[in-house]
Nanobody, 119 residues
Framework: VQLVESGGGLVQAGGSLRLSCAAS????????MGWFRQAPGKEREFVAA????????YYADSVKGRFTISRDNAKNTVYLQMNSLKPEDTAVYYC?????????????WGQGTQVTVSS
């Protein structure tokens, strides 16, 4: 599966961005999907995940209440709405797919999109 992220950019602290991830293929609705991020000098970390039908969502504590993951299976797209952004949210954000249908074995990755939050 091919994943292409978009929507990153530069935003002031307190602002919002919405990331999108478009997936190829006809079986998108069978994939668990997730968002991860990697800040300079740090390891990649989990941000959010969503089940195949969107009925279950999972968040890192650091983004809970500020970020919302959603998906549109008709458009083969998963989104990450990011509100109340903080400078510590600055990172490259990656979309990932678990083609096994769960939200734990993310083997397919996009190229990433940069999010920069200025103070």
């Amino acid at each position: 599966v091919q994943l292409v992220e978009s929507g990153g950019g530069l935003v002031q602290a307190g602002g919002s961005l919405r990331l999108s991830c478009a997936a190829s293929g006809r079986t998108f609705s069978s994939y668990g999907m997730g968002w991860f991020r990697q800040a300079p000098g740090k390891e990649r970390e989990f941000v959010a995940a969503i089940s195949r039908n969107g009925g279950s969502t999972y968040y890192a504590d650091s983004v809970k209440g500020r970020f919302t993951i959603s998906r549109d299976n008709a458009k083969n797209t998963v989104y990450l709405q990011m509100n109340s952004l903080k400078p510590e949210d600055t990172a490259v954000y990656y979309c990932a797919a678990d083609v096994g249908g769960l939200v734990k074995d993310f083997g397919s990755w996009g190229q990433g999109t940069q999010v920069t939050v200025s103070s």
